[in-house]
């Protein structure tokens, strides 16, 4: 079936130094959306992708759609300890587009050294 | 302000109980979903809901039933509760036409079950 495959696991880095992490899968998506989710809440948006190839920033994050489109990148500059937490891309299931159904990947948690 | 909430954050079970995960949105969306979230696993979808007393099965509905009696209202049953569902439960909602960017996630329920 669909899976995304996310890494890395984890990360604990230095204020200051910028993140990236990726998401890949052996099927082609046509949205990529990253989340994050802070300790003890639900999942958050930070950026949708719908086009191979985009490119769309939020503030210190950036994140990339593939251009094969079976993989997205998420990247955070100069990190502050606020970004601590779990970050999540996602995908809609394949023939459910319209109904807000998402594959999510394992997660990667972010960890920041202040 | 959009809303899910999850009735309850923390609770402890022992096994063999029926355990009720209620969740309610305020947004009057059609679909509604229920995630566990498990480390390294990330988020998995167990059921969803896209019209009052309709239902569907995610990845991993095997011990798990639903209930959608009214459109706001999206409950998780556990029939007989067992100590390999103590999870992070998520429950999360969007428009009939919604894609990732309009999905809203409440805050998750803990449950252990001893």
């Known amino acids: 079936g669909q899976q995304l495959n996310q890494s890395p696991q984890s990360m604990f880095i230095q204020e200051g130094e910028d993140v990236s992490m990726n998401c890949t899968s052996s099927s082609i998506f046509n949205t990529w959306l990253w989340y994050k989710q802070d300790p003890g809440e639900g999942p958050v948006l930070l950026i949708a992708?719908?086009?191979?190839?985009e490119l769309t920033s939020n503030g210190r994050l950036t994140a990339q759609f593939g251009i094969t489109r079976k993989d997205s990148f998420l990247n955070i500059s100069a990190s502050i300890p606020s970004d601590v937490g779990i970050y999540f891309c996602?995908?809609?299931?394949?023939?459910?587009?319209?109904?807000?159904?998402?594959?999510f990947g394992q997660g990667t948690t972010l960890q920041v050294k202040p | 302000d959009v809303k899910v909430t999850q009735s309850s954050r923390y609770l402890v079970k022992r096994t063999g109980e029926k355990v009720f995960l209620e969740c309610v949105q305020d947004m009057d969306h059609e679909n509604m979903f229920w995630y566990r979230q498990d480390p390294g696993l990330g988020l998995r979808l167990i059921y969803f809901?896209?019209?009052?007393?309709?239902?569907e099965k995610g990845d991993i509905p095997e011990g798990y039933s639903v209930s959608r009696e009214k459109k706001e209202r999206f409950s998780l049953i556990l029939e007989s509760a067992s100590t390999n569902q103590t999870s992070m439960y998520l429950c999360?909602?969007?428009?009939?036409?919604?894609?990732?960017?309009?999905?809203?996630f409440g805050e998750g329920s803990w449950l252990t079950v001893v």
């Open positions: 809901s896209y019209d009052v007393k309709m239902k």
């Open positions: 999360a909602s969007t428009i009939t036409t919604g894609i990732g960017n309009t999905i809203y």
């Open positions: 992708l719908y086009k191979a190839g």
């Open positions: 996602a995908g809609p299931f394949h023939g459910s587009s319209n109904t807000g159904k998402l594959i």
